[in-house]
């Protein structure tokens, strides 16, 4: 298994992760450090089922006030849940959405082939603050502008992120840039 590591601005750090890739799934486990908002480690796993939707996303982050965890799951039915208690705000959501962390782009990408093909979609996203672990509610849109090249929006905020032919993120400008892997 090859590791990727990104140069991630937006955090003043590094991410460093160790995907699996099957079809249709994904599994990752992966590191991160920074310094923005505050400095902080933040450890993960990402499990995903057919189709590249979410199933788990066990996150744990250490900050100078201690650590904290978050187990987010997905039911396959629409329904979320952090800790085991229901997050009503996100159910319908497909995919969770780490802060920060460019691996999480990757699963409405592949899902819909965005790096690929043309086409425009919306999502719901259950979007996990970091280093704090809040999960909210986060309409997202990902637009094929060409190959290897789709825009992110999500409220006032726009990107256009450069994906590698594996669907994995090399640049997002003003979040991260990929330095190693694949």
Do not use: K
């Not at 992966?30 to 499990?47: F, I, K, N, S």
């Not at 509610?137 to 905020?157: A, E, I, K, N």
């Not at 032919?165 to 190693?180: F, H, I, K, M, N």
Request: proline share 7%.
């Amino acid at each position: 298994m090859s590791a990727i590591t990104w140069e991630v601005c937006a955090g003043r750090g590094f991410e460093t992760v160790w995907p699996e890739r099957g079809e249709g799934v994904l599994r990752a486990r992966g590191r991160a450090v920074g310094t923005e908002p505050e400095p902080y480690w933040v450890t993960y796993e990402l499990d995903t089922a057919d189709g590249f939707v979410t199933r788990r996303l066990r996150v744990t982050t250490e900050t100078g006030a201690g650590t904290r965890t978050l187990d987010l799951r997905h039911d396959g039915h629409g329904r979320w849940a952090a800790d085991g208690e229901p997050l009503p705000a996100v159910d319908g959501a497909l995919d969770c959405d780490l802060g920060l962390c460019p691996l999480t782009n990757t699963m409405p990408v592949l899902r819909h082939g965005l790096h690929r093909t043309p086409g425009e979609r919306d999502f719901l996203m259950a979007w996990v603050s970091v280093p704090d672990l809040t999960v909210r509610p986060s309409l997202q849109t990902y637009t094929h502008l060409r190959p290897g090249h789709v825009r992110y929006s999500s409220g006032d905020f726009r990107s256009d992120l450069e994906f590698d032919e594996d669907g994995y993120v090399l640049d997002y400008p003003r979040l991260a840039s990929r330095l190693t892997g694949r």
